[in-house]
T-cell receptor
Framework: KAGVTQTPRYLIKTRGQQVTLSCSPI?????VSWYQQTPGQGLQFLFE???????NKGNFPGRFSGRQFSNSRSEMNVSTLELGDSALYLC??????????????FGPGTRLTVL | AQKITQTQPGMFVQEKEAVTLDCTYD???????LFWYKQPSSGEMIFLIY??????QNATEGRYSLNFQKARKSANLVISASQLGDSAMYFC?????????????FGKGTHLIIQP
């Protein structure tokens, strides 16, 4: 079974621009989560989508948004990029099991550099 | 307050030795899951092992085992017979049962280097 795929793998943008990242989950997985990883803040939860609805959201400004399509593929968008948005953005998919048992499987990430 | 604490920023281990990576957690939710992930320099997070809060036995997956001590809120990862390919960052993570409202909460990680 194919794993989680993310495109693009690398991206360079300038301040003020916007960017869209894409994530295709493992076949059969209906939940998609996004995380930001930076050297200073570590891994931080951005948001989670299930059945095309945002279910949970981390503590990030409104410039960060996302959506999920009917085939469970997900996109995240960052508008008005800032230098501090430079990070590795990781997407994870899961079966959406109950409670804390839901194992998330991660994609290779998109490395965003903001100049 | 930090929910996941990994106290070892870096570790050097000789090849073929066993290694224990420490993880303590904090939650008031009786239902939660604990996870360990490996992140090589390529960046991808690789799932290693899972332990549920209600599981009676320690989880094992090949060379990986999880030493789960619920009363101490400890979930240490044990890698037996370490290999050069085990060199990577290792993250302990938790998801609470209340719908996992905050997604996975990660520790700061341990950088493991296996020496030949």
């Amino acid at each position: 079974k194919a794993g989680v795929t993310q495109t693009p793998r690398y991206l360079i943008k300038t301040r003020g621009q916007q960017v869209t990242l894409s994530c295709s989950p493992i076949s059969g997985h209906r939940s998609v989560s996004w995380y930001q990883q930076t050297p200073g803040q570590g891994l931080q939860f951005l948001f989670e989508y299930f059945s095309e609805t945002q279910r949970n959201k981390g503590n990030f400004p409104g410039r960060f948004s996302g959506r999920q399509f009917s085939n469970s593929r997900s996109e995240m968008n960052v508008s008005t990029l800032e230098l501090g948005d430079s990070a590795l953005y990781l997407c994870a998919s899961s079966l959406n099991l109950l409670g804390g048992t839901d194992t998330q499987y991660f994609g290779p990430g998109t490395r965003l550099t903001v100049l | 307050a930090q929910k996941i604490t990994q106290t070892q920023p870096g570790m050097f281990v000789q090849e073929k030795e066993a290694v224990t990576l420490d993880c303590t957690y904090d939650t008031s939710d009786p239902s939660y899951g604990l996870f360990w992930y490996k992140q090589p320099s390529s960046g991808e997070m690789i799932f290693l092992i899972y332990q549920g809060s209600y599981d009676q036995q320690n989880a094992t997956e090949g060379r990986y085992s999880l030493n789960f001590q619920k009363a101490r809120k400890s979930a240490n990862l044990v890698i037996s017979a370490s290999q050069l390919g085990d060199s990577a960052m290792y993250f302990c993570a938790m998801r609470e049962g209340r719908g996992g409202a905050d997604g996975l909460t990660f520790g700061k990680g341990t950088h493991l280097i296996i020496q030949p």
